[in-house]
């Protein structure tokens, strides 16, 4: 089950966002970090369409759950060292 897993994209992945009913074609960069909000279910199964909804950078998007399984590596945590030594030195 892929719900409320990170995982960092290996390669620019399409996504889409609805911005006020509009639906807005974006990309989602290589190295990007992402949290499955929703996906398969218990059994694997994917959503209608395939799409699975995540989060990235405040943003809900769409994508589809096959990108997520074979553009993502799992990540346990966000290293997030490098931001408060940046944050110390400035």
Do not use: C
């Not at 399409?14 to 989602?28: F, K, N, P, S």
């Not at 799409?51 to 945590?77: N, P």
């Amino acid at each position: 089950m892929l719900i409320g897993k990170l995982f960092r994209l290996t390669r620019a992945t399409v996504g889409i966002q609805l911005v006020e009913g509009t639906a807005r074609v974006l990309t989602v960069p290589s190295n990007a970090v992402i949290r499955v909000l929703s996906g398969p279910d218990s059994n694997g199964k994917l959503p209608a369409k395939g799409l699975v909804y995540v989060l990235w950078e405040a943003k809900t998007i769409a994508l589809f759950g096959v990108d997520v399984e074979q553009r993502g590596i799992e990540v346990k945590q966000l290293d997030t060292s490098h931001e408060s030594d940046q944050s110390a030195t400035a």
